[in-house]
Nanobody, 119 residues
């Protein structure tokens, strides 16, 4: 099993910054992808950013140039630096880990952390 623990959410004013962290523990394979998704009230969960164990990144168009995803493979931790936050970034942010032991895909999720952008 894999456990994901997120931290760093909170309330911030428009234009402000927050840094989310997600620490993974348990049966983690060296080759995997970690990412951040978000879900706003009444909306579907959407990908924000992802990063592979090799360092390849992918971003939603809405956050390009404002958010940066990074990871520390030695600590099995992924980060999301969020700058120039907008009210529309308000959502519950979920950490994810995907790996393929023996060719079978497994997805794991954190419990979510609330990010609220408001004046």
């Amino acid at each position: 099993q894999v456990q994901l623990v997120e931290s760093g959410g909170g309330l911030v004013q428009p234009g402000g910054s927050l840094r989310l962290s997600c620490a993974a523990s348990g049966n983690i394979f060296s080759i995997n992808a970690m990412g951040w998704y978000r879900q706003a009230p009444g909306k579907q969960r959407e990908l924000v950013a992802s990063i592979t164990s090799g360092g390849s990144t992918n971003y939603a168009d809405s956050v390009k140039g404002r958010f940066t995803i990074s990871r520390d493979n030695a600590k099995n931790t992924v980060y999301l630096q969020m700058n120039s936050l907008k009210p529309e970034d308000t959502a519950v942010y979920y950490c994810s880990l995907t790996q393929y032991p023996r060719g079978t895909r497994y997805d794991y999720w954190g419990q979510g952390t609330q990010v609220t952008v408001s004046s």
